[in-house]
């Protein structure tokens, strides 16, 4: 079975804490994992993506990943948030055909 | 910009009634997939479309169809409505179905009354 569940389903942070967001995945072939954000009346977009290579991904907007085989894994990082990222998250997986499986989201709230 | 434009953005229907939802995919990408995103919940895949055939299919009812047209653009039918099918309809192309390049459209916000 190919599942992706995400631990956090609301996290409140002030202004320039640090971020980690917890997914892990279940798959039973190629790891292709990503990262979604999805802002207040916006679409979702891509924050960034693993498909094979370095572990340690960097996106956009100061987010980072890492992929960690042993522990299943594929936690959201940032090391100062800011109240701009105040949006849902989303952890995916996806199969070579290009289907995605998402977990459920987790909500962050930044206060200034 | 998506570039990914679906319509309508929110809709009303009563129970046992059928929609049809629409998208166009971004320029160039000849794969779409269409997505369901119940309240609190992460999307889930209905299906996906290439080539004007479906390629692969989520675990949706049959009251869940689809199309595409030659030029890549795609429809979503629900017959049928249940209370239950009230959700934001997500859909997203690619080229070939690629997960490197899925960009998401804003999504219809559908009510089932």
């Known amino acids: 079975a190919q599942s992706v569940s995400q631990h956090n389903h609301h996290v409140i942070l002030s202004e320039a804490a640090s971020l980690e967001l917890g997914c892990n995945y279940s798959y039973g072939g190629t790891v292709n994992l990503f990262w979604y954000v999805q802002y207040p009346g916006q679409h979702l977009q891509l924050l960034l993506k693993?498909?094979?290579?370095?572990?340690l991904v960097k996106g956009i907007k100061g987010f980072e990943a890492e992929f960690i085989k042993s522990k299943f894994s594929f936690n959201l990082r940032k090391p100062s948030v800011q109240w701009s990222d105040t949006a849902e998250y989303f952890c995916?997986?996806?199969?070579?055909?290009?289907?995605?499986?998402f977990g459920r989201g987790t909500q962050l709230t930044v206060w200034p | 910009d998506a570039g990914v434009t679906q319509s309508p953005t929110h809709l009303i229907k009563t129970r046992g009634q059928q929609v049809t939802l629409r998208c166009s995919p971004k320029?160039?990408?000849?794969?779409v997939s269409w997505y369901q995103q119940a309240l609190g919940q992460g999307p889930q895949f209905i299906f996906q479309?290439?080539?004007?055939?479906?390629?692969q299919r989520g675990n949706f009812p049959d009251r869940f169809s689809g199309h595409q047209f030659p030029n890549y653009s795609s429809e979503l039918n629900v017959n049928a409505l249940l209370l239950g099918d009230s959700a934001l309809y997500l859909c997203?192309?690619?080229?070939?179905?690629?997960?490197?390049?899925?960009?998401f459209g804003q999504g219809t916000r559908l009510t089932v009354v």
């Open positions: 693993y498909f094979s290579g370095d572990p």
């Open positions: 479309y290439y080539e004007e055939e479906e390629r």
């Open positions: 995916g997986g996806g199969s070579t055909l290009g289907r995605l499986y």
């Open positions: 320029s160039g990408h000849d794969t």
């Open positions: 997203a192309s690619s080229r070939d179905g690629t997960l490197s390049e899925a960009f």
